[in-house]
């Protein structure tokens, strides 16, 4: 099967300082790729020249086998985007506003389907300006996924949202990748990437650092494993291993079977792992 998105040599400069400094990237078609960064890494640069909003400086780019830059009608309908918000629609309600949207798509989604799916049902006849901030950035996701998009672009899908709504969203894109939607997002939560992403790709300072999947980012697999636990004498005690299940049994051995107290066995979380990649202290 092709990429849904491929990426070669990539560049863009603002007024000559590089923001994306050759970037080589490849989506597969239905797939949930997350791109990690920290601010200013060059991601919402990247994504919007993919999204056919930004020109690029040089390199090749294919989006659903087209260029972006060629911003065909055709093409733009087989893609779902879900912008930072914007105020447009103030006035309108909450179902005007996406009843409206529907119409620029072929096939669109059933809009009532939609407004459950993001938990908008509720909101339906609220001012989109009455709207809270999560509810809003729901409404935007609402918006992204009405054309039934092949491929979804989600810049920070879930900042605002509280911790219901973000693991009500997770369910929402997990649906839609088992439908088979390809989705390129963009997060600073680790937790969601870890949660979403089939790879994540972490870049910073306009350069990809790794392509992986959660569990291997930075071979954050094989990394020592720190079993904790509390000594009745000596107090808390812990061990950096690579063979934890050695240290477990051997402590088990110790304490003749019975609980050891406090047992912990911790590797790296994907944050950690991250945190060093980028180069900040953990
Ligand atoms: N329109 C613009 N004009 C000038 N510089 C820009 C413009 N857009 C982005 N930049 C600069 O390009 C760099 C990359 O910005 P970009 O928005 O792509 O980063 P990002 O990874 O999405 O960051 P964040 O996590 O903060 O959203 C930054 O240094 C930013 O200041």
Redesign the pocket.
């Known amino acids: 099967m092709s990429d849904a998105i491929t990426v070669r040599g990539l560049q863009k400069s603002?007024?000559g300082t590089p923001?994306v400094a050759g970037i080589d990237l490849d989506v597969r078609q239905g797939e949930v790729f997350a791109l990690l960064?920290p601010?200013?890494?060059?991601?919402?640069?990247t994504v919007e020249i993919l999204e056919g909003y930004r020109p690029r400086d040089a390199g090749e780019v294919s989006v659903l086998g087209a260029d972006p830059a060629d911003d065909d009608l055709a093409w733009r309908r087989r893609i779902g985007i879900v912008l930072q918000s914007s105020d447009d629609f103030a006035e309108l309600s909450v179902e005007e506003t996406v009843r409206h949207f529907a119409r620029y798509y072929p096939r669109p989604r059933d809009v009532d389907a939609v407004l459950v799916a993001t938990g908008l049902e509720e909101k339906r006849a609220s001012r989109t300006r009455a709207l809270s901030g999560g509810q809003r950035r729901r409404l935007d996701v609402a918006l992204g996924i009405i054309g039934d998009p092949e491929l979804l672009f989600l810049d920070e899908p879930t900042t605002g949202f509280d911790p219901e709504a973000r693991r009500q969203f997770w369910q929402l894109i997990e649906r839609l990748s088992a439908e088979g939607t390809t989705i390129l997002l963009?997060t600073?939560y680790l937790d969601e990437a870890e949660h979403l992403a089939d790879r994540v790709g972490v870049i910073a300072r306009g350069g990809i650092v790794e392509v992986a999947t959660p569990q291997t980012l930075g071979g954050r697999q094989d990394a020592p494993a720190v079993v904790r636990w509390t000594d009745p004498v000596e107090g808390p005690r812990e061990i950096r291993t690579t063979e934890p299940t050695r240290t477990v049994r051997e402590l088990a051995a110790r304490f003749d079977g019975a609980e050891v107290p406090g047992l912990l066995v911790q590797r790296p979380t994907l944050e950690d792992t991250y945190l060093r990649m980028i180069g900040e202290p953990a």
């Open positions: 603002y007024a923001a960064g601010n200013g890494a060059g991601k919402t640069t963009t600073h």
